[in-house]
């Protein structure tokens, strides 16, 4: 379970700060090279050989970017998406679980540099604090978002 946390840290962080090969990202043939570099960077970077191993048998998922790509939520202003999805039961459920993990929440922030609020705030929007599982493998809908030319910088 800790190789897993590592490794999807790794990967959300991918999907921010991590050049991506613009060149081949849309192709889906391009998507395991990608990935060895991308695990020769994290093994580089001092992360473990069982947390880069969670990656192994990752594949590219283009439903996944069909998905991401089709979202109507990027076609609103920030006032029409928060107010829609910022509401009372999320920013007191989203207090609650800072201070319920609050000595989690410092761990993450002084490992990765990610503040609590971020991740409340994401885990609240994408899952509902976990209400809302979804049915695709979690690391292999990340890995392939992160491949995505769309998300990188």
Known sequence: MRSTI???GLIVGALWLSPVEA???RDPAGF?????GFKREAAASGI?????GALDGVAY???IVAKDHGQHVFRQSFEQFS??????????KGHAL????AAAFTRIEQAYGVPAPVIVAMWGLETDFGAVSGNTPTLRALATLAYDCRRCG
């Open 48 to 52: 473990s050989p069982s947390a880069i």
């Open 83 to 92: 107010g829609r999805m910022v509401n009372s039961y999320r920013l007191h």
């Open 6 to 8: 590592h490794c999807l």
């Open 23 to 25: 060149a081949t990202c």
């Open 32 to 36: 395991e090279a990608w990935l060895a």
């Open 98 to 101: 800072m201070k319920q993990y």
């Open 61 to 63: 998922d283009p439903g």
